[in-house]
């Protein structure tokens, strides 16, 4: 154990971690634990909010256990999460009102119609650097509050507090006392001015969004609060860093730099360029986000969004049951050449950048009576690779700057063939850091420099190393065949609703 000791509470969609990191950055110990998705209706996700607080707890402990620290041992905790999953409590006793609406839920897509139809586009992008889509934790809050009996009247008397994962567990972790977010997660609310890093009125009003019951706005490295022994294991502990779990990959990544790129391949995927101190417009269906904001400065990026990544995997485990771990994936895909003109196109829940198309759905193109278990395996990975490269040419349009390289981190990462697919159709470098838990060590690094573990972000790009690089290896008529392909196929998925 080198030096002081920061804990990464990393709150995923499917799965919850928790690591521990030591002052030059090194990955000391972790734990991590899957919790129970719930379905209710065809295209409603939730999660219940006490399995994600209770998840988070137990591998906070296992991660510490397997450190040999106990809670006072650690100088800081940093928390990174799913962004848009939303949840609304009672302040007084911190029950929550229903399950979390998770950001895959499309329950309120007929809502964003409306407010498209309300003439809201334009003013939502230029003040929030999004698009209208339900994806975004605004309009489930708005749901919430017209659906769960008396809430609105509630959270109009200031009754009720609602938050995205990072704000409920900030709350629980401070014993109540403390109800923030930060920049990174309310920019995904579809309710922040992001210039000011401020609630717009005119959003709050058009949604119909009491301001009483949103959390106050702070920078993604500051101290918060301290943990509450009782819920802490005994100590008080500044938790001093938060961010979404793509900001977290960023800065983790240390792509401290304008045109940096990283691509986080987990239940969905997102690809994040840095564009500096000024935020860049996107008018092909990418964002402009914070990235971060520390020291008083906000710098922003371009992130375009993928909802199903290695989702698709988890889908051929527990569903198709045709692979029994995803490690099996990558043996599977290289028991063939190609994947024999198959395609998956994962519209589980309609397609994110830069389609937009909540109607879309699923399909699986191209089989023949040849096509087999290991061409529908490959084909599923190839598809992650060909959603990215979608998004990287727009990306690369938008800003101006030509991607150099891509780092590639997130569970899926660990899959050298997925990777050396994704350098081949995107036709440059990805490069593996040896540490692929970027996003809590991001979360980590931000923790850390508010309570002076890192002295700035130097010491913090020192610890970036790389595991592997992995280079294109394919013809361009190849590439390009495959990549017209896949085209091919999502247009046959998309607005499926009207087929």
Request: proline letters at 4%.
């Amino acid at each position: 154990m080198k030096g002081k000791a920061v804990l990464s509470l990393d709150a995923g969609t499917t799965s919850i971690r928790a690591i521990v990191f030591d002052s030059e950055g090194g990955l000391v110990a972790s734990a991590s634990q899957e919790f129970p998705q719930i379905y209710p209706k065809p295209g409603w996700v939730e999660h219940n909010p006490l399995d994600i607080l209770n998840t988070q707890l137990t591998v906070a402990k296992a991660a510490l256990d397997r450190a040999g620290l106990n809670a006072k041992d650690i100088a800081a905790i940093g928390i990174t999460n799913q962004r848009e999953t939303s949840m609304l409590w009672d302040r007084k006793t911190g029950e929550p009102l229903m399950n979390a609406i998770v950001w895959q839920d499309r329950r309120t897509a007929a809502y964003c119609e409306g407010l498209k139809e309300r003439g809201l586009e334009e003013h939502v992008r230029a003040t929030t650097g999004l698009l209208i889509d339900a994806y975004f934790s605004g309009t489930k809050l708005n749901w919430m509050l017209d659906n769960v009996p008396g809430a609105r009247k509630r959270a109009e008397r200031g009754e009720l507090a609602f938050g995205t994962v990072d704000t409920w567990l900030i709350w629980n972790l401070t014993g109540g006392r403390v109800h923030v977010t930060d920049v990174t997660n309310a920019s995904r609310t579809l309710l922040l001015d992001i210039r000011r890093q401020a609630w717009d009125p005119k959003l709050l009003g058009e949604l119909d969004i009491p301001e009483s019951v949103l959390p106050d706005v702070r920078q993604s490295s500051e101290v918060y609060g301290m943990t509450d022994p009782e819920v802490f294991f005994g100590a008080s502990v500044p938790i001093s860093g938060a961010c979404g779990d793509q900001h977290g990959s960023l800065f983790g990544q240390a792509c401290y730099e304008p045109g940096m790129v990283k691509a986080t391949y987990g239940t969905g995927a997102s690809l994040v360029m840095n564009t500096g101190t000024t935020p860049v417009r996107s008018d092909s269906g990418l964002f402009t986000i914070p990235a971060w904001a520390i020291g008083g400065k906000v710098e922003y990026g371009i992130e375009g969004l993928i909802f199903v990544s290695a989702a698709s995997v988890q889908w051929l485990r527990d569903e198709l049951r045709i692979v029994y771990d995803a490690a099996d994936t990558e043996y599977a895909a290289r028991r063939v050449p190609d994947s024999g003109g198959v395609y998956v196109v994962p519209a589980f829940t309609g397609l994110a950048a830069p389609y937009w198309d909540p109607y879309a759905r699923g399909a699986i193109m191209g089989l023949t009576r040849g096509s087999n278990r290991n061409h529908v395996i490959r084909a599923a990975l190839e598809a992650i690779c060909y959603q990215i490269c979608d998004v990287l040419g727009l990306m690369e349009q938008d800003s101006g700057i030509p991607v150099q390289e891509i780092r590639a981190d997130g569970g899926a990462a660990r899959n050298a063939v997925l990777l050396q697919m994704q350098s081949d159709l995107a036709a440059v470098p990805v490069v593996r850091p040896t540490v692929v838990e970027s996003t809590a060590r991001g979360a980590a690094f931000l923790a850390g420099l508010a309570t002076g573990v890192w002295k700035d972000r130097s010491e913090c790009a020192a610890a970036y190393a790389i595991d592997r690089r992995f280079t294109p290896d394919m013809t361009t008529e190849r590439r390009e065949a495959m990549l017209a392909g896949w085209k091919k196929a999502v247009s046959r998925v998309l607005d499926w609703e009207d087929h």
